[in-house]
């Protein structure tokens, strides 16, 4: 049955659910409607043609077919046909899509029904278990600290001391000062050298302790994990391994290689390591889901002052950065920050 939505009348309209959270929609449009856009398309051609004789935007139609052929201008007029197509197609039959679709053209010709179809994944459906109720028996076990060691107290000390080595007039590590209490009230932080390895100790203890409240929100996350039931497409894991990439040749290149040299020295390619995170990038892309799903179904908001102070400090780390993808960016991570501790207070 011939339907009209957004001025574009579709024939006949398929779509096909596929694996991984992906759809195809095929549709067949009207070949009146294809010869209605025939002269839009040949505008935005001729606006756009240079040929030597012709002033730009004034070349003739006729012209303009010897040069690139009548099936080129059906071309240009199918491409915006099924630009508004997908938008009222997604529309009318609520499809939630993600990502770049892929168009494919089945039947193109003078005086027949334009044919295309188009595969874009989805924002998969997922399913989460009894996440409250999960995050309460993990809040309940004692949080494990790892106690301070002397070693640790030691190497911190010795950390600051080489901090504060000057260096010889080759370059070279001079003297390192002695922890006294001359040296520690230099600092400008601490009252005596008691003080200060009380301070460094308590600032030990204090990481500790966090990594130990991280420790425990992961083990949260995966038990929540294991009780979801979702699709994950292609695009969110690529997605996940396109950061994960780019922070690695960030570090690579921070240690003073080329992306050339690390690849010859371990014996690998991009698409090797790609392989093998393939896995660890699916379930990020899978917690990121979960953390979403919770702050959809919990109306948790990340704090819009927030968000906006969070993305000008990435920006002003990253100068070349995006500004939307900086909003983005800070807004899922001060989202993710409040699910979290929303979980940390089912006890």
Known sequence: MTKTIHKITW?????K????????????IESSVLNSFRGKALKEIQENMEIPGFRKGKVPEKVIIQKIGEL???????????GEAYLAIIEDKKIDPIG????????????NDL??????????????????????????????VEDLTEKELDAAFKEIQGFYTPKTADGKPGVAPLLTEEFVKSLGQFESLEDFKKK???????????????????????????????????????????????????????????????????KKTEADIRKEWEDG???????????????????????????????????????DADHRAAHVYAETM???????????EQK
């Open 281 to 319: 990038a699916k379930k990020k892309a899978t917690m990121q889901l979960i953390l979403n799903e919770m702050a959809k179904l919990e109306k948790i908001i990340a704090d819009e002052t927030e968000v906006h102070e969070f993305a000008h400090q990435v920006l002003a780390e990253y100068k």
């Open 11 to 15: 024939k006949s309209l398929e779509i």
């Open 115 to 144: 044919e295309f179809s188009i595969k874009t994944a989805l924002v998969p459906e997922i399913t989460l278990p009894d996440y409250k109720k999960i995050a309460g028996i993990e809040m309940k076990k004692e949080l494990v």
């Open 17 to 28: 659910k596929l694996a991984g959270s992906e759809a195809e929609i095929l549709c067949t």
């Open 334 to 344: 001060l989202t993710n920050k409040k699910v979290l501790m929303f979980l940390e």
């Open 200 to 266: 460094i100790g308590d600032n030990i203890k204090k990481d500790k302790k966090e990594k130990a409240e991280e420790k425990r929100r992961i083990a949260i996350l995966e038990k929540i994990l294991e009780g979801t039931k979702t699709e994950i497409p292609k695009i969110l894991v690529e997605s996940e391994l396109d950061k994960m990439f780019s922070q690695f040749e960030a570090d690579v290149k921070a240690a003073g290689l080329t992306m050339k040299e690390y690849f010859e020295k371990v």
């Open 72 to 82: 080129a201008i059906l071309q240009e007029a199918a491409e915006m046909i099924i």
């Open 100 to 111: 770049r679709p892929e168009v494919n053209i089945l039947k193109l010709a003078p005086g």
